[in-house]
């Protein structure tokens, strides 16, 4: 540690720092003895702290941050379930559309961690959640094997896929909600909860948006058939932002906001609920 820095108020000279004593009325001004002084008078010096060490900025782990009440392993296991959900749905968005396997890794991956990363550049959270621990990746990998050989022999029920991708939009939607009340924690309570659920639909929805670009088609997001995709996941988010406020158990309000996302999202499909579309008066209705 360097030592401490005296700058003179004057032009004397002095000796040590065992000479100095201190300045009742600051605390971190000194006075000392000068040596050329013949009289050994006072003269007023300050005393800086030195400078501590600067260490580069290092991402925080979302399984290990303290300001997320469900226990470590808990967050990490779930985390990891929904990173393989959305790599199974990517995986199978590709069926019939002629992809190799490499093409297949590349979906499922942009699907699993494509919300994720948007998330955690926009936050500052680098690096990015599956860079700091590569078992995501492991994960996304190994789901979408699997998920590729077993498919071309086996045909998945469509209802099976549907709630696969409404679990994955649950969870990521929470999780990323969670992750940016943590990192927004001292901001006002409208500020956060206005963040916190953008950064919720991101992370829910962004990864499949970028697989459907990659795949020419419209974001199932923007399509009225998919039926209260992003809506779902706002409405989860604002929910949790919402009891949260209200002294809820942090874990008790992520547990309704995932339950209500799935519930909206899987009635929507079942009932074919959707917002109204964008048309002038004089289109017809299809």
């Not at 030195?50 to 990490?76: D, E, M, N």
């Not at 209200?246 to 079942?270: H, K, P, S, T």
Request: hydrophobic share 50%.
């Amino acid at each position: 540690m360097s030592a401490p820095l005296i700058t003179s108020l004057g032009k004397s000279s002095w000796r040590t720092s065992s000479d100095l004593g201190p300045d009742p009325a600051s605390p971190g001004r000194m006075f000392g003895t000068s040596s050329a002084s013949p009289n050994g008078s006072w003269g007023l010096v300050e005393l800086l702290p030195p400078k501590r060490a600067r260490t580069p900025l290092q991402g925080r782990s979302l399984a290990s941050s303290r300001h997320l009440c469900l226990p470590a392993p808990l967050l990490y296991w779930i985390q990891h379930i929904a990173v393989a959900g959305c790599a199974i749905s990517g995986v199978l968005a590709a069926a019939g559309r002629k992809v190799d396997l490499f093409g297949v890794m590349v979906l499922a991956v942009v699907t699993s961690f494509g919300g994720g990363t948007l998330r955690d550049i926009v936050l500052g959270e680098l690096p990015v959640f599956w860079i700091r621990d590569p078992h995501y990746l492991y994960t996304v990998l190994l789901a979408a094997l699997f998920t590729f050989f077993v498919a071309r022999r086996f045909d998945f029920p469509s209802a099976v896929l549907q709630v696969a991708d409404a679990a994955g939009l649950a969870l990521f939607t929470i999780l990323g909600a969670r992750k940016a009340v943590a990192v927004l924690g001292s901001h006002s309570a409208l500020d956060v909860t206005v963040i916190a659920v953008a950064m919720g639909v991101v992370t829910g929805v962004a990864g499949g948006a970028l697989r459907d670009i990659l795949m020419r088609e419209i974001p199932l997001v923007f399509r009225r058939e998919i039926h209260l995709y992003a809506t779902a996941a706002a409405v989860g988010a604002l929910a949790f932002c919402l009891l949260r406020g209200l002294r809820w158990d942090e874990n008790q309000a992520a547990a309704v906001g995932i339950v209500l996302i799935l519930v909206l999202r899987l009635a929507a499909i079942r009932w074919k609920l959707s917002l109204p579309l964008f048309r002038k008066h004089d289109e017809p209705e299809q």
